[in-house]
């Protein structure tokens, strides 16, 4: 079983920067990807960002240049710096991670951005 633990979510003002967190915990061996997802109020879960054990990175394109994904393997943790942040920006943020072809995510983790 695999647990995975967010935090770093909250409320901040357009413009400003959060940083999410992501530690994962239990019967884990390699974890091959990390992810986040978000999901805004009315939409689908879409991607924001991925990143491989080899640090091979995808983002969404829109989001490029304001979030930077990184992962430390010692601490199976996943991180996601969200910079210049803008009221669309604003969701439930679920860590995902990828182990042996199987996915885990996390209970989601609330962004809040004030105009």
């Known amino acids: 079983q695999v647990q995975l633990v967010e935090s770093g979510g909250g409320l901040v003002q357009a413009g400003g920067s959060l940083r999410l967190s992501c530690a994962a915990s239990?019967?884990?061996?390699?974890?091959?990807?990390m992810g986040w997802y978000r999901q805004a109020p009315g939409k689908q879960r879409e991607l924001v960002a991925t990143?491989?054990?080899?640090?091979?990175?995808k983002y969404e394109d829109s989001l490029k240049g304001r979030f930077t994904i990184s992962r430390d393997n010692a601490k199976n943790t996943v991180y996601l710096q969200m910079n210049s942040l803008k009221p669309e920006d604003t969701a439930v943020y679920y860590c995902?991670?990828?182990?042996?072809?199987?996915?885990?995510w996390g209970q989601g983790t609330q962004v809040t951005v004030s105009s």
């Open positions: 995902n991670v990828v182990i042996l072809n199987r996915e885990y």
């Open positions: 239990g019967s884990i061996f390699s974890i091959d990807v």
């Open positions: 990143i491989t054990r080899r640090d091979i990175t």
